[in-house]
């Protein structure tokens, strides 16, 4: 599975994008897909992830009344919607891709097989 995850940009304190994840490969509606995001001298963190029928999604605390994640499996693209943005949103969001993972290790980078490039969310406030 090759990901190529778009969207990223430069946005005002309290805007919205929207992140897109698009695959290639191999039949990307198996697989559970998840967002990652890094900022300037931290960790990996977990934003979101979707199962692959869609029905199950989890989210960070620090994003849940904000972020929504869904997927068009048809389309092999998992989107990211983002509003109410802040500061400390900033950062490189990444989003990947593996198949068989439980539900507890969904939250894990270790748990997923595929990685895409990134994309870079700038906040200004």
């Known amino acids: 599975v090759q990901l190529q995850a778009s969207g990223g940009g430069l946005v005002q304190a309290g805007g919205s994008l929207r992140l897109s994840c698009a695959a290639s490969?191999?039949?990307?509606?198996?697989?559970?897909v998840g967002w990652f995001r890094q900022a300037p001298g931290k960790e990996r963190e977990f934003v979101a992830a979707?199962?692959?029928?869609?029905?199950?999604?989890r989210y960070a605390e620090s994003v849940k009344s904000r972020f929504t994640i869904s997927r068009d499996n048809a389309k092999n693209t998992v989107y990211l919607q983002m509003n109410s943005l802040e500061s400390v949103d900033t950062a490189v969001y990444y989003c990947?891709?593996?198949?068989?993972?439980?539900?507890?290790?969904?939250?894990?980078?270790?748990?997923?097989?595929?990685w895409g490039q990134g994309t870079l969310v700038t906040v200004s406030s």
């Open positions: 990947a891709a593996g198949n068989s993972i439980i539900l507890s290790s969904i939250f894990t980078s270790a748990a997923y097989n595929y």
């Open positions: 979707i199962r692959w029928s869609g029905g199950t999604k």
């Open positions: 490969g191999r039949t990307f509606s198996s697989y559970t």
